[in-house]
C-alpha cells in the first residue's frame, strides 16, 4: 500500500479562500496600482503573473516583532500586512516595503555557513539602499513601529 503524503493545494477551496483577504484594494491603498508602477521602472516589467494582495487579519497584533509583508516565490504570491493600509502610512513607505518584497524575486537567496538560507545578502541590501525613499522609509519605520505592535 503506497504511503500518502500531505500535499498543499495550490488553489484552496473553500472555506479557506473566505480566511484570506484574496483583494489587492484595501480602503486606501490600491496593491496591485502600486506593484504594477514599481514593476516597469525598477524591474523593467520583468516581474509577470506575481499576485499582490492584503494578508488576512490577525486577532491579535504581535508583542516584539511586526512582519510588514511576504513573498512566496513558488505561488508568486506578495502579501502585505492590512495593518499598513491606514491614512497614516505613507504611501511612499508602502512603496518600500512592497519594493522590498519584490526585489527577492531578483535577487538570488544564498546559503550561508551550517547551511541556513540567507534571504537579506548583501547584494540585497545593496540593491535595497538603491531605493530613493529608503533612509527615509527606515527612519519611518523606526519612529512608528510601536503603532503596529499591541
Known amino acids: 500500500m503506497a504511503k500518502k503524503?500531505?500535499?498543499?493545494?495550490?488553489?484552496?477551496?473553500?472555506?479557506?479562500?473566505?480566511?484570506?483577504?484574496?483583494?489587492?484594494?484595501?480602503?486606501?491603498?490600491?496593491?496591485?496600482?502600486?506593484?504594477?508602477?514599481?514593476?516597469?521602472?525598477y524591474f523593467r516589467g520583468r516581474l509577470r503573473g506575481y499576485k499582490v494582495m492584503w494578508g488576512r487579519r490577525r486577532r491579535h497584533r504581535p508583542k516584539e516583532y511586526f512582519i510588514f509583508g511576504t513573498i512566496q516565490e513558488e505561488e508568486r504570491v506578495i502579501r502585505i500586512n492590512p495593518l499598513l493600509d491606514q491614512p497614516f502610512v505613507p504611501l511612499w513607505f508602502l512603496r518600500y516595503v512592497l519594493y522590498h518584497e519584490m526585489l527577492h524575486s531578483v535577487v538570488p537567496d544564498e546559503t550561508a555557513s551550517g547551511?541556513?538560507?540567507?534571504?537579506?545578502?548583501?547584494?540585497?541590501?545593496?540593491?535595497?539602499?538603491?531605493?530613493?525613499?529608503?533612509?527615509?522609509?527606515?527612519?519611518?519605520?523606526?519612529?512608528?513601529?510601536?503603532?503596529?505592535?499591541?
Open 5 to 41: 503524503t500531505k500535499r498543499k493545494l495550490a488553489h484552496p477551496t473553500l472555506p479557506m479562500q473566505r480566511q484570506l483577504n484574496l483583494r489587492h484594494e484595501g480602503t486606501h491603498f490600491d496593491l496591485h496600482a502600486i506593484f504594477e508602477r514599481l514593476n516597469e521602472r
Open 115 to 150: 547551511g541556513r538560507r540567507r534571504v537579506h545578502t548583501e547584494e540585497f541590501n545593496r540593491r535595497e539602499r538603491e531605493f530613493p525613499s529608503y533612509r527615509r522609509a527606515r527612519r519611518w519605520e523606526d519612529e512608528n513601529l510601536a503603532r503596529f505592535l499591541r
